[in-house]
């Protein structure tokens, strides 16, 4: 039975393994997710081996997020105490070894740090590929965790423009900011750019008579060493991971080149997952944009007002630091916030003049409706009680359920700020949209009454700043 054959019969096994503790959740199977790891590295299997079993394992299991997150950290972490304990076992056999064998046991405990140094980096990099959908916070993750671990002096993660064939760098560590800007890397040109040509990783130790050193300005080379992983999906390489080490520094190896290239699988597989999740996202955003276009063709003020609010809110969010799901789900709260008017007349919603306290009342029935038309459609974001509190005023006195202060949801709250921001700045037919310096009058007047005064501090000084 060849190498390949046997490869696949185990990840067929360990899967298995794997979908039985899913399912049940029980301890027993976690023992045999542990025990599995434990024979793999006898069998002399690199952990970063097991660690990509596990992972493949786990992408063809739950590709619908069926099981909780905490159920699938947990056999992650069983996995890794069963490698590490088959180490650790092994540092003991070894220490109990004649003094004869010193320098050799003192080769392995070197060799087992240096494992399990690799497989914490390896775990960190799954757990975060895995769990998120922040292509922004993968690559920093990714490329942060490969230059600690793998102890570089430089380095950089670069993503490829397939319509210009180029390399720029996304993410760097002691590079100059010159070099950072200007770096244009063409396929093919360079360490870089032949592993990007090539699809294939390289380890390039400093020698002239290496044979990657065919490569134009190969003399700077010469005195560096060098490590080149590609970020291949199905698409083919979309960027490469490189780094560098000073001519006085230990080469990279071979195990070196396996574990960046894992550390970068995963990074690509995360590209991957970032775009068709941006994919989806897009879609999703113009279904709703669709729903919010029936009543733009009624109120003519709605026209391009939810977009805008929804613009806004996204970078009110943004600056309060919140994270990517919820600054969707207020993205999507923000355009369909107003989707309550579709029940109000045409004649009250377009009234040029002052409404009468009838015509007010029906207006203020829109967060209602809101909630109604949305009570049936499903949604991967909480945005019903955000849209339906969007009107309620940090004092108490807004509508429809006269909530107050953190009562009113944290995206109501934000959306509330947004939507007055743009009614102030737009055009009315009886005014002209307000100034900057009057709307950050009105706000910081209305801070602590109808608005949260800690969203008003942060938007006054986005405002200030020329943010918006």
Known sequence: MNDRMMNNQLSLRYKNILAEYLKTGQETNLYHVAQFGKEMMN????????????????RKINKSKAYPQKIVDDSFTVLMEGIMAYGMAYTEFTNSRTEGYLAEIRKLNKKLSERL????????????TVSSLDLDEVLSSVFNSTVRTLKADTGSLMLLDPEEGVLTIKRAHGLDEEVIRKARIKVGEGIAG????????????????SPQANNKGRMKYAKINSICAPLKTKKGVVGIINLNRGKDSEP?????????????????SAIENAGLYK?????????????TSALEVKDHYTRGHSDAVARCAVKIAKKLGLSLHEIEGIEVAAILHDIGKIGIREDILNKPGKLDDEEWREIEKHPESS???????????????????HHERYDGKGYPAGLKGEEIPLGARIIAAADLYDAMISDRAYRKGL???????ELKRVAGTQLDPEIVKVFVEMLLQGEM
């Not at 140094?117 to 975060?128: N, S």
């Not at 032949?194 to 008579?209: I, S």
């Not at 994919?279 to 729903?291: F, M, P, Q």
């Open 252 to 268: 990279f190896t071979e195990d070196n080149l396996a574990l960046l290239s894992t550390m970068a699988h995963q990074a690509a």
């Open 43 to 58: 069998k002399e299997t690199g952990p970063e081996v097991v660690v990509e079993m596990h992972l493949d394992a786990l």
């Open 117 to 128: 140094t690799e497989m914490t980096a390896l775990y960190e990099t799954a757990k975060v």
């Open 279 to 291: 994919d989806l996202h897009e879609s999703y955003l113009s279904t709703i944009r669709a729903l």
């Open 371 to 389: 909630l109604k038309i949305l009570n049936n459609i499903n949604s991967p974001w909480d945005i019903k009680l955000t849209i339906y509190a």
């Open 194 to 209: 032949t592993a990007a040509q090539n699809g294939e990783p390289l380890v390039f130790r400093g020698r002239l008579d």
């Open 435 to 441: 100034s900057r310096e009057v709307v950050i009058g």
